[in-house]
């Protein structure tokens, strides 16, 4: 059995929807972050203000291209689609299903970025890393589905009708 593996913008609701969707599902929850601030004994933002983003993002990598789950809701964290080894391990264990929503949205979501631990370059605006991403998620996502003005509930139902239709016939998708 597949996992389900959410990846998008910070803020687009990977974790507070994932934990939903697992348990509407009947599946397990993981929150990579969660196991990076585990293994690193570290918060993410020490981390990232520690090592530097490209330190976190090498610990961010080997951390998601480790994860051994079955039959789970596996939420990333917004930068992991920079991991060559995670997202192909993620994509060999699961469905990669995109999160989407306008950027306006994530803007209006996220708070403080620095004491939220985005990785953002000095110079580089929220916006840029919008644009830079979202190609990004595109390309490695089998499903992408835009949540924009949908409750949790409604985006729960939906990824897990687009999930179960794309176990059954994964090239109609
Ligand atoms: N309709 C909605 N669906 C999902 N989240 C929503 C919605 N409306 C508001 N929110 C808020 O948006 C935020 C989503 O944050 P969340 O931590 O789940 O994002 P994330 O994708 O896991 O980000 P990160 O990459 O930083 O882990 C939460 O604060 C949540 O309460
Ligand atoms: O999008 C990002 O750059 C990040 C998102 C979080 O989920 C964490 O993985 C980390 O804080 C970096
Ligand atoms: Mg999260």
Not at 81 to 93: N, P
């Amino acid at each position: 059995m597949k996992n389900i593996v959410l990846i998008g913008m910070p803020g687009c609701g990977k974790s507070t929807i994932g934990v939903v969707l697992a348990k509407v599902m009947g599946y397990q929850f993981i929150d990579s972050d969660l196991l990076i601030q585990e293994q690193e004994n570290r918060l993410l933002s020490e981390i990232i203000q520690q090592e530097g983003i490209e330190g976190f993002n090498e610990i961010e990598n080997k951390v998601n291209a480790s994860i051994r789950a079955k039959k789970a809701v596996i939420a990333t964290g917004g930068s992991v689609i920079y991991g060559k080894e995670a997202t192909k391990h993620l994509r060999d264990i699961g469905v990669v299903v995109y999160i989407s929503l306008p950027y306006e949205e994530i803007e209006s979501r996220l708070g403080d970025l620095v004491e939220r631990g985005i990785t953002i370059q000095e110079g580089q605006t929220l916006r840029d890393l919008y644009q830079e991403r979202c190609p990004l998620y595109e390309e490695q996502a089998h499903i992408m589905i835009n949540t924009q003005g949908l409750e949790i509930r409604d985006s729960v139902k939906l990824i897990k009708e687009k999930y179960e239709q794309y176990v059954e016939q994964p090239n109609l998708l």
